[in-house]
């Protein structure tokens, strides 16, 4: 279960926010504009089960993201979910995988610190014996042209 964030964890001023997360419900979020840059040349990788939850996670996915690694496996992949980013781009998510098919965006990840990091996410069904087993998703550094872009565009979906 994802519990609320806590303001002892949180770096600098914040706003709180409440989201619905996909399969668990509401979930209090606090979140700064504290940016943690992506570092050239890493790649996050994680997997999930068929309901989303992380089963594994490298070590550049738990440096970027501020929790342990232990906090990670387990949970929702909507640990991260900032609010920034609109339902519309989870849910093309969503039904692209169900149709078993590859989906690519920009995301706007939060960390546990309430600060956050864009990726160029790719998330791909893992399909064994025709069914569905899990997700794995490949996040790399965006351009600042793309998240730029998403800036401009990304609030006119909500």
């Known amino acids: 279960m994802i519990k609320d964030m806590v303001p002892e964890d949180i770096v600098g001023d914040y706003r709180q926010a409440m989201l619905d997360l996909y399969g668990i419900g509401p979930r209090r979020i606090l979140y700064t504009e504290m940016e943690t840059p992506y570092p050239d040349g890493r790649l996050i990788v994680s997997r999930t089960d ?3 939850r992380i089963t594994h996670c ?3 996915f738990v440096d970027m993201s501020g929790y342990a690694k232990e906090e990670l496996i387990g949970v ?5 979910k900032h609010p920034d980013i609109p339902p519309t781009v989870y849910k093309d998510l969503w039904d692209t995988l169900k149709r078993g098919d590859k989906w690519q965006g920009f995301i706007k990840n939060l960390r546990k610190d309430g600060g956050y990091y864009w990726v160029k996410a790719t998330v791909l069904p893992n399909i064994r014996n025709g069914k ?3 997700y794995t998703s490949v996040r790399r550094k965006a351009s600042h042209k793309k998240i730029k872009e998403c800036i401009g565009q990304y ?3 909500f």
Not at 76 to 80: D, F, K, Q, V
């Open 58 to 60: 490298n070590q550049s």
């Open 132 to 134: 569905v087993i899990g």
């Open 50 to 52: 068929p309901e989303g």
């Open 155 to 157: 609030p006119s979906l």
């Open 76 to 80: 929702p992949h909507s640990i991260l």
